[in-house]
Nanobody, 118 residues
């Protein structure tokens, strides 16, 4: 079994910054792709950013130039640095991690709320 623990959400004013973390633990041989999704009230969950094992990144157009995803393979952790936050970034943010263990499957974090006030 694998557990994902997210941290770093909170309330911030527009223009501010937050850094989200997601640490994986448990029966892990290797972590493959890692990513962050978000879900705003009344909207579908959407991909924010993703990073491959080799460090190739992909971002939603709405966050390009403002958010940076990174990973620390030694710590089994993925980060999302969010700068120049806007009210429309308000959502619950979820990490998603593909784990190679006894099986190969993805896991979701519990979600961390980000609220950006105008």
């Amino acid at each position: 079994q694998v557990q994902l623990v997210e941290s770093g959400g909170g309330l911030v004013q527009a223009g501010g910054s937050l850094r989200l973390s997601c640490a994986a633990s448990g029966s892990i041989f290797r972590l493959n792709a890692m990513g962050w999704y978000r879900q705003a009230p009344g909207k579908q969950r959407e991909l924010v950013a993703a990073i491959t094992t080799g460090g190739i990144t992909n971002y939603a157009d709405s966050v390009k130039g403002r958010f940076t995803i990174s990973r620390d393979n030694a710590k089994n952790t993925v980060y999302l640095q969010m700068n120049s936050l806007k009210p429309e970034d308000t959502a619950v943010y979820y990490c998603n991690v593909w784990v190679v263990g006894s099986t190969v499957r993805d896991y979701w974090g519990q979600g961390t709320r980000v609220t950006v006030s105008s």
